[in-house]
């Protein structure tokens, strides 16, 4: 079955660093979405990328999607407080009707 | 504004017991999902259901029932609660398409004792 890996499962940086999470499927996903997390809240949808090589921007966010379409990234510059949460990848297969999230990346920013 | 809405946000269920989970959306959305959230597992899915009275399962089903009578709610049941179902229960709801996001409601933290 597809399986969708997160790493790192951990994450701490300094206020103003930059932080990365990346993920891998098993399998090619037609669709990848990122979703974030806060401290006692639930997964809230961040962004969708479709296209094999895509890059889309969020502010201090950017997602990249692979050429290949099994990995993608979120990359964080200039981390703030407001970052601090678990952030979760979820890929969908060609012909799937669900999505298959990624363990999650729990990023803890140290003022 | 979108909505899902879970019955409780928190419960406490001894060992044994037949424990309801409801889900409510009000989104007109055909799948609905639950999944379970443990640290360092992430979310797991437990059950889901793309049409009234449709189910499958998802990776984790052993000690769990749903239910769907109706198009805008969907019930996990625990048929005999375990203390290894202690967990924090989310459900989600999903439009036609894979490209629509999905929406989580807030979540119940179950405890079984």
């Known amino acids: 079955g597809q399986q969708v890996m997160q790493i790192p499962q951990y994450q701490h940086v300094q206020e103003g660093e930059d932080f990365t999470t990346y993920c891998n499927s098993s399998?090619?996903?037609?669709?990848i979405q990122w979703y974030k997390q806060r401290p006692g809240g639930h997964p809230v949808f961040l962004i969708q990328?479709?296209?094999?090589?895509e890059v889309k921007k969020q502010k201090r966010l950017t997602f990249q999607f692979g050429e290949a379409k099994k990995n993608s990234s979120l990359h964080i510059t200039a981390t703030q407080t407001t970052d601090v949460g678990t952030y979760f990848c979820?890929?969908?297969?060609?012909?799937?009707?669900?999505?298959?999230f990624g363990t999650g990346t729990r990023l803890t920013v140290i003022p | 504004d979108v909505k899902v809405t879970q019955s409780s946000r928190y419960l406490v269920k001894r060992t044994g017991e037949k424990v309801f989970l409801e889900c409510v959306q009000d989104?007109?959305?055909?799948?609905m999902f639950w999944y379970r959230q443990d640290p360092g597992l992430g979310l797991r899915l437990i059950y889901f259901?793309?049409?009234?009275?449709?189910?499958e399962k998802g990776d984790i089903p052993e000690g769990y029932s749903v239910s769907r009578e109706k198009k805008e709610r969907f019930s996990l049941i625990l048929e005999s609660a375990s203390t290894n179902q202690t967990s924090m229960y989310l459900c989600a709801t999903w439009g036609a398409s894979r490209y629509n996001e999905q929406f989580f409601g807030p979540g119940t933290r179950l405890t079984v004792l």
């Open positions: 989104m007109d959305h055909e799948n």
């Open positions: 399998t090619t996903l037609s669709n």
């Open positions: 990328l479709v296209k094999s090589g």
């Open positions: 979820a890929g969908s297969e060609v012909g799937a009707n669900n999505l298959f």
């Open positions: 259901s793309y049409d009234v009275k449709m189910k």
